[in-house]
């Protein structure tokens, strides 16, 4: 269910949003179905999300393409003109170097880089938001970026979302592994941006069903494992209603960005 200033939005208004992004019938359709509620003050903040979900999903299919390879922390690389990479395998933004032209080089020179799953999601996100807002704002907000796991995120906050079912359309899941083989702890699980279409892209694995996603995590678990990987209920996503303040019309002044703000109710 979608709640626009307190009313429902329905069927007949959804072709309003259809200009936000080559996926927004699917991701407008998923939401408005959902057992979710999604509430949004305008109009304004509905259309940047769904923007920047369809953003997310591009962002997914370009990482696959830009040949950046799986790591984990111990051999994590990137290209040292925009990058320092620090001792516990994170990503620092080096001084003089614009924050988008950094994100920006991950997809382009992807070669020269390698990093773990979790890693891959924040920069799709973060190519996302760049494709979503003015890159002059991205550049004022994001000038100490950080890229290492979930953590380190100020300005860019995070909403944990369960019993989400099918999900959304640019959602992060996660394929849980509970019997990982102990040598391999790498494949203990695979987050994964939701594509559309029953497909995930999971770094290092590529673009899969959800079954396929599953039989590959389930060639790593340890000898006599009975218990299956599989899907979490549950969904990583922006707080998008505090990152459309960065969409904003209005140019004057500070933007404050809060994790306590929610779009969702569970």
């Known amino acids: 269910m979608i709640l626009v200033s307190g009313q429902i939005l329905t069927a007949d208004q959804y072709d309003s949003f259809s200009g936000s992004g080559a996926y927004a019938p699917v991701i407008i359709r998923s939401m408005a179905e959902s057992q979710e509620q999604f509430a949004y ?9 769904i923007r920047m979900r369809s953003r997310t999903i591009d962002a997914a299919r370009a990482l696959l393409d830009s040949g950046a390879a799986f790591a984990t922390f111990y ?4 290209n040292e003109h925009f990058w320092t990479l620090t001792g516990d395998g994170g990503f620092e933004l080096n001084r003089g170097v614009s924050p988008a032209d950094a994100i920006d080089d991950i997809f382009k020179n992807g070669e020269q880089y390698a990093f773990e ?5 924040m920069i799709i996100f973060y190519k996302a938001l760049i494709d979503t807002i003015e890159r002059e704002r991205f550049n004022q907000t994001f000038q100490h970026l950080f890229l290492w ?15 989400v079912g099918a999900g959304i359309p640019g959602d992060v899941r996660y ?15 695979e ?6 279409g029953r497909l995930y892209y999971g770094h290092g694995i590529g673009i899969l069903p959800a079954e396929q996603m599953i039989a590959e995590l389930n060639k790593y678990r340890r000898i006599g494992a009975t218990v299956s990987a599989f899907l979490m209920n549950q969904a990583t996503r922006p707080d998008y209603l505090s990152l459309a303040a960065l969409g904003s019309e209005q140019r004057s002044g500070d933007i404050r960005i809060t994790a306590g703000t929610s779009s969702y109710t569970f």
């Not at 003050?41 to 999300?49: N, S, V």
């Not at 799953?117 to 999601?121: E, F, N, V």
């Not at 796991?149 to 019993?163: E, G, I, K, T, V």
């Open 41 to 49: 003050p305008t109009r304004d903040e509905l259309r940047f999300e």
């Open 75 to 78: 051999y994590s690389a990137c």
């Open 117 to 121: 799953c979790a890693t891959a999601m």
């Open 149 to 163: 796991d979930w953590q380190n995120h100020p300005f860019f906050p995070l909403r944990n979302a369960y019993h």
């Open 175 to 189: 394929f849980k592994n509970p019997q990982v083989n102990p040598q391999t702890p790498q494949w203990q699980g």
């Open 191 to 196: 987050n994964v941006v939701d594509l559309s």
